[in-house]
């Protein structure tokens, strides 16, 4: 699911295509009919789909869509990349541990909008990406996996995005790997090893 750019997005679409991926991309859906990300999905010959939460009656109305679409088209997993709105119940229950985020700083630290600008502002050493499931907060799910990232001297917010999107572009593909492999389990918010799977 996206909103945007759709970097991450193809990230995990070019790791989907070497053998030894454990995953497949099915669908790419934006609530955005002209987010740049869609218009590489279609390019590549993904199959989309797009709604305007707008034209329905409320959240819940507009995640019920989804779920029948996702549900419909055999969806097991699925990733946000960009996407810029909160998930809500609906969706949540109806892909439990199953819901995926990335985000640009070190979570818990700078979640919401402009996290690269928060850490700057705030004067970190070192920032980064988190990769971690989805729950009812903002980006405050349980962390399957982070990189870390130094901020230089020089950074502005720009230059400091461009290094830490790189580094998504690695740890994402990564953690899905590894939720895709299914040997883990959460226990008090921590994403551990399940040796019994
Ligand atoms: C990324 O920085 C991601 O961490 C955040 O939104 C941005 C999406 O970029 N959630 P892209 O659309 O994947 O290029």
Redesign the pocket.
């Known amino acids: 699911m996206?909103s945007?750019?759709?970097?991450?997005?193809l990230a995990l679409q070019r790791d989907s295509l070497r053998p030894d991926a454990p995953y497949r991309l099915e669908l790419v859906f934006s609530d955005q009919e002209e987010a740049p990300?869609l218009a590489h999905a279609r390019r590549l010959g993904l199959p989309t789909h797009t709604a305007n939460p707008r034209q329905f009656p409320g959240k819940a109305a507009y995640e019920r869509s989804l779920i029948a679409l996702f549900r419909e088209q055999r969806i097991d997993l699925v990733c946000l990349?960009?996407y810029m709105r909160i998930v809500g119940a609906e969706l949540l229950a109806a892909f439990p541990q199953r819901l995926l985020?990335?985000?640009?700083a070190l979570l818990p630290s700078f979640p919401g909008l402009h996290a690269q600008r928060q850490a700057l502002e705030y004067g970190v050493r070192i920032s980064g990406?988190t990769v971690h499931l989805v729950d009812a907060g903002t980006d405050s799910g349980p962390i399957v996996a982070q990189a870390a990232v130094p901020v230089l001297d020089g950074d502005t917010e720009e230059t400091l995005s461009i290094r830490i999107?790189e580094q998504?572009h690695l740890l994402y593909p990564q953690a899905l790997r590894r939720i895709c492999r299914g040997d883990w389990r959460v226990e008090d918010r921590r994403v551990l090893p399940d040796r019994a799977t």
């Open positions: 996206l945007g750019r759709g970097s991450n997005f990300g990349a960009g985020n990335i985000h640009p990406c999107l998504e």
